[in-house]
């Protein structure tokens, strides 16, 4: 017998069930049970790992624990490393599959329906995540948004649910653009198989967020209908978030359209003035700060749209009160508002658009006009990039103001954002623009 091997085994053995002490006990017997004690190299500890998947989980989630053990019980080993070992030591020791959720890494903890603020413009939406959460409702859900409106906490209220009630394991939650670049580099690296695997086979709930990213590839699209098809028929649960409803999407074609389309189709509209009390009451309580109700109602008179502008100003107010060592009052909540309105006390958008009309040599009517003149749809996409960046305006503000869709004014950013990139004289005359912009500021 070798005593070398057979001290290890025991040390082996008392630092897992230190391990089992201190985890949880699925987290020990998914992640920790499997490892195998491979040798000793020097002061260090060899561990072996069923798969490279496993490999990463355990050492992102679990070296400080495992190092910090073998510590306790043998000093003179300085640190753990991780293989993978292919069946070698297999047969002594059953390997589950990791059965976790693999959007863990991804998922905010704070997204949750608990933390959720429900009114008027978001009940539905609230209501009909919470029933997929619970299993109440088989259909898919797309939620439809402008920015800051709820879409990523709502649907990853729906997966952190279903990863606490221990019902669901296996849930995908993805970006549309993350997505593609996965499905790029499987490809390049001759992994499609395993991509598909991951996303047809292997997953119980998909969770695609800005699903609007799409627009225009094809390739993925064609990837991505396969793939819902083989969920639907599994009646496997999926979720897809927006910026604009499926038949805004340009590029989008028209197969992948129709099966998004099949969705639960759910608007999350800005919060009114009720809900926009409520949330800054909410998130001033969670950032342990005490604002007076004078002053919370003044924000949420003055502040609206989109709720991060809530969640900064409270942000700001508890800052300013700390550092500057102020009382939580009007005077000081008036200047915070004042950071979200540069629009109405410095530039405004007609300024933005006579700018832009004089500096091109055109008509301002030429701005909200149908005209397809190249001449003309520069300088439109130009003032419409402006107008986002200066005065912070949404979608839908900006789709008012220029007579568009908001699809069309999201397009239009888009693909003036590369155009500007891709063209050096363009991008010269942006810094003017904007240099003139900020003279007036
Ligand atoms: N009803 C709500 N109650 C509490 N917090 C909210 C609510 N709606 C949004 N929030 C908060 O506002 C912030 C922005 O929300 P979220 O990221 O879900 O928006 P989004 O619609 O996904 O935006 P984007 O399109 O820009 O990704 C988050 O911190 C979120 O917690």
Avoid at 23 to 42: A, D, H, M, Y
Avoid at 214 to 236: A, F
Avoid at 414 to 438: A, D, G, P, Q
């Amino acid at each position: 017998m070798d005593f070398k091997q057979a001290g290890l085994d025991n040390l082996w053995q008392k630092v897992k069930e230190k391990l089992a002490q201190t985890l949880p006990p699925n987290s020990f017997q998914i992640w920790i049970q499997p490892l195998v004690l491979l040798k000793t190299e020097g002061d260090r500890i060899i561990l072996g790992c069923p798969n490279s998947f496993f490999l990463q989980w355990v050492k992102r989630h679990f070296y400080h624990f495992l190092k910090e053990a073998w510590r306790q019980y043998a000093p003179e080993y300085n640190d753990v490393i991780f293989k993978t070992v292919k069946n070698k030591k297999k047969t002594s020791i059953a390997v589950p599959q990791p059965t976790l959720p693999l959007a863990y890494p991804r998922l905010c903890e704070n997204f949750t329906f608990k933390e959720f603020i429900v009114g008027r413009t978001n009940q539905y939406a609230y209501t009909a995540a919470y029933n997929l959460a619970n299993d109440h409702l088989d259909q898919p859900i797309f939620f439809c948004s402008d920015t800051g409106l709820g879409k990523s906490h709502l649907s990853q209220s729906i997966a952190n649910h279903m990863i606490s009630s221990g019902k669901y394991t296996k849930i995908l939650y993805i970006t549309a653009e993350d997505f593609t670049n996965e499905m790029v580099s499987a490809l390049k690296e001759h992994r499609i198989h395993e991509f598909k695997k991951k996303y047809r086979r292997d997953c119980n709930v998909l969770i695609l967020e800005n699903i609007h990213f799409l627009s225009g590839k094809e390739k993925i699209q064609t990837e991505l209908n396969y793939t819902l098809d083989v969920l639907w028929e599994r009646r496997k649960k999926v979720v897809f978030t927006s910026l604009i409803y499926p038949q805004n999407i340009p590029g989008l074609k028209k197969e992948l359209r129709s099966r998004i389309e099949s969705s639960l189709m759910v608007p999350i509209d800005p919060p009114d003035f009720k809900m926009r009390l409520e949330i800054l009451r909410k998130k001033a309580k969670g950032k342990n700060v005490l604002i007076p109700e004078n002053v919370l109602e003044y924000l949420a008179q003055h502040i609206d749209g989109d709720v991060r502008r809530l969640e900064s100003a409270i942000n700001n107010i508890k800052a300013r009160s700390l550092l500057q060592k102020r009382a939580i009052d009007l005077d000081l909540a008036k200047e915070v508002r004042e950071m979200f309105t540069p629009r109405t006390s410095k530039i405004n958008l007609s300024e933005i658009k006579k700018l832009v009309c004089q500096h091109y040599k055109i008509n301002c009517e030429d701005l909200i006009s149908k005209s397809r003149q190249k001449q003309i749809i520069i300088p439109r996409k130009l003032a419409i990039y402006l107008a986002k960046r200066y005065l912070n305006l949404s979608l839908t503000e900006l789709g008012k103001n220029f007579r568009r869709h908001h699809s069309s004014i999201l397009n239009a950013l888009n693909s003036i954002e590369k155009e500007i990139k891709k063209r050096e004289f363009l991008s010269r005359e942006v810094k003017y623009l904007c240099k003139k912009i900020e003279e007036k500021m």
